[in-house]
């Protein structure tokens, strides 16, 4: 299994960006990557998830147009750039890997089997 570990969490304005980092122990090149998220009192959501090769991707619908997934399987790194951001993005966001395949929900069950690992998490604020 995979150790995780991210980074890029902190307190931004509305309407401001983050990048958040996820980056991997070992080699990252067969693993489904996704980034989840939890706010307080609230349920986990899955954000994003990208494929292996980084040939598909799948955003939530809360944050289509707004955040982009990208991964650099060289520094067995994944990026998750968040732009116009919101006071409801505010959580704790998680990133999360698997060798379940692609075509399995973006979600938190997903990368819940034996494959997965999750990392520590890193705090978003989004507040004036």
């Known amino acids: 299994q995979l150790q995780l570990v991210e980074s890029g969490g902190g307190l931004v304005q509305p309407g401001g960006s983050l990048r958040l980092s996820c980056t991997a122990s070992g080699f990252t090149f067969d693993y489904r990557i996704g980034w989840f998220r939890q706010a307080p009192g609230k349920e986990r959501e899955g954000v994003s998830c990208?494929?292996?090769?980084?040939?598909?991707?799948k955003y939530a619908d809360s944050v289509k147009g707004r955040f982009t997934i990208s991964r650099d399987n060289a520094k067995n790194t994944v990026y998750l750039q968040m732009n116009s951001l919101k006071p409801e993005d505010t959580a704790i966001y998680y990133c999360?890997?698997?060798?379940?395949?692609?075509?399995?929900?973006?979600?938190?069950?997903?990368?819940?089997?034996?494959?997965?690992?999750w990392g520590q998490g890193t705090q978003v604020t989004v507040s004036s």
């Open positions: 990208i494929s292996s090769s980084g040939g598909n991707i």
């Open positions: 999360a890997a698997t060798k379940n395949p692609f075509y399995m929900p973006c979600s938190g069950r997903t990368y819940s089997d034996s494959t997965s690992s």
